[in-house]
């Protein structure tokens, strides 16, 4: 049986599942709700498991085809809705499908209660059928289209609460941003069809591998296009100002969409172009270095925050920086493997703050927490395992793929290589302030009217416990080979290979690699005894927004860079439209299109009058007509002899 | 490349037959052997059962032969093309695509119609015998490849045609549009004959096949007769399809008519009209060069045609005449394709047969609801609320008025796309930017359906009016197919234009 030729179903089993929970969601009850939309995805990730062991057992690893039917076919370009299957699409669906399913079965007890139940879970679903869409679609423009529902659905549950005043505010942030940054993905596809007229992938690589005539500048701008939508999506900067802000979503959202998949889907785009992105080393060095720097800037904003979620949302986009440092410098398979392990403990990370919310009854800012180490044991020992993973503490999941970067970029470049451990540095460290802030110390929580915490329900713990066992073993598939003293090899990297290549060369020895290693264990060290001597031996809780002074309320305010947009491009904008507006719209726009109707309509009542309901002026009509035509034909006849 | 599948004649039987059947080949008439026998069997019925009961059974019988009809022309559609009774007529794709608009868009009206007259209280037998006919008459003006045959397929359809109009004998209006369709319907079929009689004079035949070979690529200016009579065969059929000056029978005839029969009207036989002159033209193998007063014609004929329906319908409050002068102004977008003459536009010709078909009866059926009191309250003032009360249906409305309107994604806008596409890739760029800005005039006047179903407050007492509409089983299955196909088809058209363009290779 070649489970391949199911590979449409994993697409639209939540497909299928969005429709019921979407139209006929409200006459249910809660649990039958939560177990069509788990199961819609559980139905994903089952199939995709199974194309995944049988399509690894094969030994020439050819992109699998599936073409499903012909979606626009307009001058030269044609464009199918298909789907193709390779080892990069299987690793990534294999992540949506496998966290996204854990995900759904936590939000059953977590959204318990909750007003829209079913509107939440059609959301969910619709947003894995996009997201398989963008990663299995064989196309750019089936890809942009998931990218677009997404997006969509992002902005769906982002602005879920959407009675409360910041939610929708949010969501719009998030949309609006995201919409700058399609305007350059767009401007890429154009690019492509104009210069190559495919945008399927495989044709495109065949194109490129046969060596092509398009200029090196052009692939420059179509891959920084493509990058500037990349910088939307996966909150990168200077767009990366909504991630935070989508925390007002609910939290299994945040994890499923604001940390383990959506906005790593830039990431996949790059490695998906990978054969693109080589031809254009600029790039690669923008990308590098944008990803170096927000991974930079983000962890210093992280190390201040004070709303548990906010932290969490800094860290992810720090992540992402490193993500994109790592595809920057060629190294793809870096990357990728850093967004699986990234999937593994951010979504871990956050369940787990969606846990401590969830018994704290939305009390989401840490300098209430505290001290609830005895009262969440699950909720903490798994907690612990994901900081530990992020941290980089050797052998967890986190470890593997963050040294892998950071030794991959030590080949490129020293300087990115100390922005990268730097970062490092302050993710050790606002993790353990995060977990002793929270966990340790005294409780600062009060208990009031009777509500005790306790600890969530098995629903949401047992997935919890799955992600944590992920995030300390999940590293082991890619091995360094300084490490891989039973030369089993790296599996991660062997897997990939048939689809993406690093064309980053390394140049420094073993010596070196052992020395980065070190290094970025030392780093993990310094920041978890900063947080230590902090926040546990000192502890120390930061006071209120008022009292908070000096470059502490600079990153306490993120640079004030929201500010600085509001100031400049928002109420520019806002100018710019007021005076079109009022200048140009109104009085030429409106005047035209106004005039230009009535008149139309004036002639309408012209001609009106000569429907008269008489036969015999119709018939009138008719001769005139016939006559005419016949006439024409005799000036025709007339005209032919004179020439 | 996905191919559309023909699957080459495999049926030993069906060679057989062919075989017995010698130079007549009846089998290839198959489908209007078996719709007329479907409306000889209901006139039968009529007479011996009246009232309800026979109308019952009149229904199912003609829903079982139509369906029969249906599915024979889907299979001969699938053979290759073949003639029958010594080539006066011909099967090929082309035919089998059409005749499956005409039988399919009869299947649909009959189920939709016999609820409709049921709530207008009439019983109307005859009905549903004149139905079949009128596609029997149909099927075999497109089939036909001789003007003889042609003449007489219309004339089946257009006496069938008037009668239908008048179907409704206690009602006034619909007298009155029966009347005044037959006058102005013999006036035109006069012209259609004399201008094949000028063409027989011309070449000295009426076999569409010798025609083409005595022009055979010359200029069809050898003698005058021949443009002439081209000329008024236009004439004829623009009457039928109402083209503009021709169209001014089509408000009042549609009003007047009973609404499901308006909507087969507008629908079936326009298709089968312009198919059949489309036919005409493209087997009349006509020199390019020599066909230029023919392409400028048709052009302003077109241009007028859509300008004319789309600016009388602005205007209008009667739902019934605005769908008039819509039908008026689709015509216009359709002779774009005809103008344009070759075999791309005729697949954009089919293409956009098939979508108007659909969209059309969906927006019909979904109004024969509503309608009540003799189609007199379907007036905009009329369906104030009715989206607000009854959301499923004013969803329906929305997407039959947004196709109509040509917006994405309905099919309605994959078929104008297409016409417009094809006349630009053609450099009939005027054509193209007229078209556009005339389906931009016609958003106008179907949003201004949607605004009066959704935003303006219902009157007092059309709220309960609403809510006592009952779905009727066969009626819902017509709205919900074609509503589903409308929105298909305008996500994933790539399949029937394919067809459409391999029907085109046929001919």
């Not at chain 1, 399509?55 to 039917?69: G, H, T, V």
């Not at chain 1, 009535?598 to 002639?603: E, P, T, Y």
Request: aromatic share 14%; net charge neutral.
């Amino acid at each position: 049986m070649n489970f391949s030729e199911y590979a449409w179903l994993i697409v639209f089993s939540p497909f299928i599942g969005f429709l019921i929970n979407g139209l006929v969601g409200r006459k249910f009850s809660e649990k039958t709700i939560g177990l069509i939309g788990s199961l819609a995805s559980t139905l994903s990730f089952v199939i995709s498991v199974l194309i995944f062991f049988q399509y690894s057992a094969l030994s020439q690893k050819a992109p699998i085809q599936i073409d499903l039917f012909k979606w626009i076919v307009a001058g030269g370009i044609n464009v199918s809705i298909g789907y193709q299957i390779d080892s990069l699409s299987l690793v990534m669906v294999l992540v949506v499908t496998g966290v996204g399913s854990l995900i759904h079965f936590y939000s059953i007890g977590y959204m318990h209660g909750e007003k829209g139940f079913a509107r939440y879970f059609a959301y969910l679903n619709l947003f894995m059928f996009s997201m398989l869409n963008l990663v299995l679609g064989n196309n750019i423009l089936l890809m942009f289209l998931g990218w677009e529902g997404v997006g969509l659905c992002s902005y769906l549950l982002i602005g879920y609460y959407y009675e409360t005043d910041y939610a929708p505010t949010a969501g719009k942030k998030a949309f609006i941003v995201n919409r700058i940054g399609d305007f350059g993905f767009l401007i890429g596809i154009f690019l492509i069809i104009q210069n190559f007229g495919t945008l399927n992938f495989t044709e495109l690589s065949t194109v490129v591998a046969k060596g092509t005539s398009v200029g090196n500048d052009t692939i420059f701008w179509i891959t920084l296009m493509l990058f500037v939508g990349a910088t939307g999506k996966s909150a990168q900067i200077p767009l990366y100002v909504w991630l935070p802000d989508a925390m007002a979503g609910p939290t299994p959202v945040s994890a499923l969409i604001h940390a383990a998949t959506m906005v790593t889907s830039g990431v996949y785009m790059i490695a998906r172009l990978s054969f693109l992105y080589v031809l254009a080393p600029e790039t690669m060095a923008i990308v590098a270095f944008v990803g170096g720097a927000t991974a930079l800037f983000a962890a210093t904003i992280g190390t201040q925050q004070n709303d548990i979620k906010k932290v969490l949302a800094y860290s992810t986009v720090s992540q992402l920086g490193f993500m994109f440092m790592a595809v920057g410098v060629g190294a793809f398979t870096a990357g990728i493997f850093h967004l699986v392990t990234h999937a593994f403990f951010k979504a871990l990370l956050f369940l787990g703050s969606g846990s401590i919310i969830y018994a704290l009854h939305h009390e989401q800012d840490m300098r209430n927490m505290g001290g609830l180490r005895k009262k969440l044991p699950v909720t903490f020992f798994t907690f612990l395992m994901g900081t530990l993973a992020i941290a980089g503490t050797p052998f967890f999941s986190g470890f593997f793929s963050k040294d892998e970067i950071l030794w991959k970029v030590f080949n490129y470049s020293s300087l990115l290589f100390w922005m990268g451990a730097l970062a490092a540095m302050l993710t050790s460290f606002y993790m353990f302030r995060l977990v002793f802030m929270t966990f340790f110390g005294e409780m600062r929580y009060h208990e009031h009217g009777g509500h005790h915490v306790h600890e969530s329900p098995a629903v949401m713990t047992v997935p919890l416990i799955i992600l944590a066992v992920l995030s300390v073993f999940g590293g082991f598939m890619g091995i360094p080979h300084v490490l891989d003293v039973f030369h089993v090899g790296n599996y991660f990297e062997h897997f990939l290979s048939s689809s993406v290549k690093d064309s980053l060369p390394i140049v420094f020895g073993t010596k070196e690699e052992w020395g980065t290693m070190s290094l970025s264990v030392i780093i993990a060290i310094i920041g978890f005894t900063i947080a230590y001597v902090i926040y546990l031996k000192k502890k120390y809780v930061p006071g209120d927004d008022s009292t908070i002074k000096g470059y502490k309320k600079v990153i306490y305010n993120k640079y004030y860079v929201d500010e600085m947009y509001e100031r400049t491009v928002i109420s520019g904008t806002i100018r710019i439209s007021k005076t079109v507006y009022e200048y140009f719209d109104k009085l030429v726009i409106d005047g035209i299109v106004n005039g230009v109707g009535k008149s139309i309509r004036r002639i309408g009542e012209g001609i009106r009058g000569t429907q008269t309901g008489l036969v015999r002026d119709y018939m009138l009509t008719m001769i005139i007509g016939v006559s005419i035509m016949l006439v024409y034909v005799l000036v025709n006849k007339f005209m032919m002899i004179r020439l | 490349m996905q191919q559309v599948m023909i699957p080459a004649i495999s049926d030993s039987s069906a060679q057989q037959i062919i075989k017995i059947l010698g130079d007549t080949n009846i089998f290839y008439t198959l489908p209007q052997i078996i719709i007329s026998i479907g409306a000889l069997v209901t006139m039968m019925i009529a007479a011996i059962s009246r009232e309800e009961r026979g109308q019952v059974i009149n229904y199912i019988t003609s829903v079982f032969f139509l369906f029969a009809g249906l599915v024979s022309s889907v299979w001969l559609a699938s053979l290759p093309k073949g003639d029958a009774f010594s080539g006066m007529v011909s099967s090929d794709l082309f035919s089998g695509i059409l005749n499956i608009i005409y039988s399919g868009s009869a299947l649909l009206i009959i189920l939709v119609a016999h609820s409709y007259f049921r709530n207008r209280g009439r019983y109307i037998q005859e009905l549903f015998p004149l139905i079949q006919f009128a596609v029997v008459g149909m099927m075999f003006m497109t089939m036909a490849n001789n003007l003889i045959i042609v003449f007489l397929g219309l004339e089946i359809l257009s006496v069938s045609l008037y009668v239908l109009a008048g179907i409704d004998n206690m009602d006034t209006r619909s007298n009155e549009a029966a009347v005044k369709y037959f006058l102005m319907g013999a006036f035109s079929s006069a012209f259609l004959l004399y201008g094949i009689a000028l063409v027989y004079g011309g070449t000295g035949s009426t076999g569409l096949r010798e025609i083409a070979a005595y022009i055979n690529n010359k200029s069809i200016w050898q003698n005058i007769y021949i443009p002439a009579g081209i000329i008024l065969m236009l004439i004829g059929f623009g009457f039928k399809v109402s083209m503009v000056p021709f169209h001014m029978w089509t408000p009042d005839v549609y009003q007047g008519a009973p609404l499901m029969i308006t909507a087969f009207m507008s629908t079936a036989p326009k298709a089968a009209a312009l198919s059949a002159f489309a036919k005409i033209l493209i087997s009349m193998n006509l020199e390019p060069g020599s066909s230029i007063m023919l392409t400028n014609l048709i052009g302003v004929l077109a241009v007028v045609t859509m300008t004319v329906g789309n600016l009388m319908a602005l205007n209008q409050n009667d739902i019934k005449r605005i769908m008039a002068f819509s039908s008026i102004a689709h015509v216009g977008y359709l002779l774009i394709a005809v103008c344009i003459m070759n075999r791309e536009a005729l697949a954009a010709l089919i293409f956009y047969f098939c979508v108007y078909t659909i969209m059309n009866i969906g927006f019909f059926s979904l109004l024969s609801l509503l309608a009540r009191d003799e189609d007199r309250n379907l007036t905009l003032e009329g369906i104030q609320g009715l989206g607000k009360s009854r959301p499923l249906l004013g969803l329906f409305l929305l997407i039959f008025l947004f196709s109509l309107s040509g917006i994405p994604p309905t099919a309605g806008f994959a078929a104008k796309f297409f016409i417009f596409n094809t006349a630009i890739e053609n450099k009939f760029y005027l054509l193209a930017i007229l078209g556009i800005l005339n389906s931009a005039i016609s958003a106008y006047y179907y949003l201004r359906i949607i605004l009066y179903a959704f935003i303006r407050e219902p009157e007092s007492g059309s709220i309960d009016q609403w809510s006592q509409i009952k779905l009727n089983a066969a009626c819902f299955v017509v709205i919900f197919v074609t509503a589903a196909a409308v929105l298909e088809i305008g996500i994933v058209p790539g399949y029937i234009i394919d067809l459409g363009k391999k029907a085109i290779q046929f001919l």
